[in-house]
Structures are given as C-alpha cells and as structure tokens.
T-cell receptor
Framework: GQNIDQPTEMTATEGAIVQINCTYQ??????LFWYQQHAGEAPTFLSY????GLEEKGRFSSFLSRSKGYSYLLLKELQMKDSASYLC????????????FGSGTKLNVKP | NAGVTQTPKFRVLKTGQSMTLLCAQD?????MYWYRQDPGMGLRLIHY???????AKGEVPDGYNVSRLKKQNFLLGLESAAPSQTSVYFC?????????????FGPGTRLTVL
C-alpha cells in the first residue's frame, strides 16, 4: 500500500505563489499525479511526474524527488478560481492499474 | 463526447436497501474505477476493471459488488446499504495504465444511507 500526506488546508493571496507539498511512503512507485477538485465537482487532471525534476504547464508546475518520496505543486499568479482542493495520487509499481490518493489540500485564495 | 457519466446524481436509501450505481464512458477506455470520497479521507478505491468481463478489488471493497458486462459500462452494487456507506461515489476511466494514465472522472453520485 501507500501512505500519502498533504497539508489539510492553505490560504494564499490573489496574485501570489503557493507551493502545496505531498510526501509518500511506498513499497513501489510508478508515477505521481496532481488533480484539482472544486467543491462539489469531480477531480480534473493537472500534472504527471514519473522522473525527478520539474514539469511546467502554464501557471502550474509540479516537482518530483523519488529518492525523498516528495512532490510539490506550484501555483503562480494565483487567481480566485484556483480556490479548490488539490489531490496528490501515486500509481502502484506492481499494479499499473491502481492509484492511491492523498486526502487533498484545500486552497483558499483571498483577494 | 459525453465523457464519463454517472446515474443517479443523488440518492437517499434506508438501511438494508439495495441499489446499483451506473457509470458509462464513451471514450473506449479499457480501465474503469469506482472510488468513494469521504471528508478528510480523500479518494479510496473500491473496485476496478481492466477490461470487459474483468473486475478486481481495491482498498475498500467490502459491502460492494461490481460488474463490467460491456466495455463502456461499470456498475457498482450495494446489496444491503449501511450508514457507513454514506459518501460521494466517483467513477473514473483511463485508456491505458501506462503513459500518463490521466483519469477522467464522472460528476459523482451523492448517496445518503439513513
């Protein structure tokens, strides 16, 4: 199985930069995913990392360090619409079909 | 394309009643998943399927059964509902487990068991 930890809640100001961390302890790892979930809605895919380093997609970037079991999602130029929960998920090495999710980090963006 | 759809969107059951949740996808995806989401616990995998006619257990399968008779549909059954099964249920699908493995989620079914 997997043990995935994320902060429960964070608050940041519109226009600022925020970093959401995710740590995992795993018996086997084959990729880390970030999803965004607005209240009352379904999760939507943001990013995927399987190798160490930074992946950039517009205002969002995701970083992975496999040796440290650590990832972060970086959101730049925060907008009010970025207020949502951000879910970290790990794919099982032994079973490509299984994904394990963290509890999610609720991000509040204030004016 | 409708993507992933779920039926019903809301349901209230009494303890001991049964029901079936339907998930349908029109993207010709091989893999389909049922998750439940509870406050503070994130998404937990109930059952999943790697293709038509196949099913497998996830992290929390007890009290649920599934069937994948057609590639596009994945059904989740509750034979005898319990209050502990009050949750939001999400269905998801992916084309292949390799590569990016982006999951596409349905809108969710909000189930309350009294």
């Amino acid at each position: 199985g997997q043990n995935i930890d994320q902060p429960t809640e964070m608050t940041a100001t519109e226009g600022a930069i925020v970093q959401i961390n995710c740590t995992y302890q795993t018996s086997g790892f084959n990729g880390l995913f970030w999803y965004q979930q607005h209240a009352g809605e379904a999760p939507t895919f943001l990013s995927y990392n399987v190798l160490d380093g930074l992946e950039e997609k517009g205002r969002f970037s995701s970083f992975l360090s496999r040796s440290k079991g650590y990832s972060y999602l970086l959101l730049k130029e925060l907008q009010m619409k970025d207020s949502a929960s951000y879910l970290c998920a790990v794919r099982d090495l032994d079973n490509f079909n299984k994904f394990y999710f963290g509890s999610g980090t609720k991000l509040n963006v204030k004016p | 394309n409708a993507g992933v759809t779920q039926t019903p969107k809301f349901r209230v059951l009494k303890t001991g009643q049964s029901m079936t949740l339907l998930c349908a996808q029109d993207m010709n995806h091989e893999y389909m998943y049922w998750y439940r989401q509870d406050p503070g616990m994130g998404l937990r995998l109930i059952h999943y399927s790697v293709g038509e006619g196949t099913t497998a257990k996830g992290e929390v399968p007890d009290g649920y059964n599934v069937s994948r008779l057609k590639k596009q549909n994945f059904l989740l059954g509750l034979e005898s509902a319990a209050p502990s099964q009050t949750s939001v249920y999400f269905c998801a699908s992916i084309q292949l487990a390799g590569g990016e493995g982006e999951q596409f989620f349905g809108p969710g079914t909000r189930l309350t068991v009294l």
